[in-house]
């Protein structure tokens, strides 16, 4: 009376399994044939691409309407990062497209929002990228970054959120008191315009935050435009697009300008100023005695010297163009007047030497025997560039005469008196205190002049210098 099965024999087990094993072997092999055959006939039937599944798997119609009007403009949120050596920038910017799919057509009485990525991947983008963008990514923290709205009449407003690292390529012959139009251009990557057309907002295309304040640059205007955007596309062996459009198709182009201007604080305080009083401190070597050969000398090259360095370091920040910059011309003119001190001096320290010379031989013929000269005072003292009469301290010393008959009647010898030589000592060493003098004035006048001339001309460069290269 026990309903309970009795558990199988070891016998019974043995027997099973291998029948099921071998059952289970020719379902296989049985299901790997007739897979084999339907792919083969798939293939015979359907040319790659063609068939129902691929259409269902890549499920991103383009729509209808020929050809497709697509509105683009873009909000700027953040500038910055600008690279002059490598002619970058970064730009955070929030995009936005608007076309018309009739697909999409509903009769609800709102907008319908789309915030799925899953969704959004399904769906049908017009194909726009960034030609002078040389990295770009999307935002997906902590959602991906972007809102799609469809209207009852299909109209899709889409818009998303991207950084970009954009070239520039900058004109730096006025640096750093320039102005650079950099462009963001945006093209269609696989559709002519009789496909689809791209154009601009018609309201206001380009906006950016006003709370955007650059260390660098002064934002002076945004402006909208298009490029040109005829290329050759699908370069084949005989012809430039394959299609029933022309072999150089145009596609939409459209550029977008930020036209910027330096700042000039940071280059008037690290640059123009210190060059400036390099400049002024060679002046000093005017105020030294002009017998004081090794401070002179000194003063000339140390300011030579700090200049050079200086103006090394401002290069190292520059891309190594093959023009002359603002800059350049500044830092030239600076280092040819510290140039013109040692010119300065080496033609005084001539002067000194020649004086020096008469001098010495002044006091040989003195300490030979011959009457010293009429003179109050020591020669060619520290006194000698005071504003007071020179008579006082070297009399009235006039040149001797170059020989003759004395009123003794004995023979004068020519250029033989002491006096002559004093004459000649304190001629040169007037020469000399007039060249420095003279340069007291003229260095500082002249260099007043050349700012003047240098910064009215750079500071009134009209915008219209300004070139772009798209």
Not at 294 to 314: D, E, H, K, W
Not at 406 to 413: A, I, K, M, S, V
Request: net charge positive; with cysteine.
């Amino acid at each position: 009376g026990d309903s309970r099965k009795p558990y199988p024999t070891v016998l019974q087990k043995c027997y099973r399994t291998p029948l099921a094993m071998i059952e289970r072997t020719l379902f296989l092999v049985v299901s790997a044939i007739l897979l084999r055959t339907s792919l083969q006939t798939l293939d015979t039937e359907y040319p790659i691409g063609s068939h129902p599944i691929y259409r269902e798997l890549n499920n991103k119609p383009m729509p209808k309407q020929r050809p497709l009007q697509v509105n683009f403009g873009f909000y700027i949120e953040s500038l910055g990062n600008f690279r002059s050596t490598e002619m970058t920038f970064d730009v955070d910017m929030y995009l936005y497209m608007s076309w018309q799919d009739e697909t999409y057509k509903h009769n609800q009485s709102d907008y319908i929002l789309i915030s799925d990525k899953a969704i959004l991947d399904k769906m049908w983008l017009p194909g726009l990228y960034f030609a002078n963008a040389r990295t770009a990514y999307f935002h997906d923290v902590t959602v991906h970054n972007f809102n799609l709205f469809i209207a009852p009449d299909g109209t899709i407003a889409y818009g998303t959120r991207v950084t970009l690292n954009v070239a520039c390529n900058l004109f730096l012959q006025d640096y750093p008191l320039d102005r650079q139009i950099c462009g963001i251009k945006v093209l269609s990557y696989a559709h002519v315009k009789e496909e689809m057309n791209v154009t601009w907002f018609s309201d206001g295309p380009i906006r950016f935050n006003p709370a955007i304040n650059l260390p660098e640059f002064h934002i002076t205007a945004l402006e909208s435009g298009y490029c040109d955007g005829l290329f050759h596309y699908t370069i084949t062996k005989n012809s430039s697009r394959i299609g029933k459009f022309f072999w150089t198709s145009d596609f939409s182009c459209l550029i977008g300008m930020l036209k910027l201007q330096r700042a000039i604080g940071f280059h008037l305080v690290q640059s123009y100023i210190p060059t400036g009083l390099i400049v002024a401190i060679s002046w000093v070597s005017f105020w030294i005695d002009r017998r004081a050969v090794p401070a002179r000398v000194s003063l000339s090259f140390t300011t030579l010297l700090t200049l050079s360095t200086q103006g090394n370091g401002i290069r190292y920040a520059l891309p190594p163009v093959s023009y002359a910059k603002a800059i350049d011309y500044f830092y030239g003119v600076c280092m040819l007047f510290i140039f013109g001190v040692l010119l300065e001096f080496a033609l005084v320290n001539s002067f000194m030497r020649r004086a020096n010379k008469y001098s010495q031989m002044a006091e040989k013929l003195r300490s030979n025997g011959y009457s010293p000269p009429p003179v109050i005072g020591e020669f060619d003292s520290d006194y000698d560039e005071c504003k007071t009469n020179g008579d006082f301290y070297y009399g009235k010393l006039k040149k001797p005469k170059n020989g003759g008959i004395t009123e003794n009647g004995t023979l004068n010898p020519p250029k033989v008196n002491p006096a002559h030589f004093m004459y000649e000592a304190i001629r040169y060493s007037r020469r000399a205190l007039a060249v420095d003098q003279m340069s007291r004035i003229m260095f500082p006048l002249t260099f007043s002049i050349f700012n003047a001339f240098y910064w009215l001309y750079y500071l009134n460069r009209s915008e219209q210098d300004t070139v772009f290269a798209a």
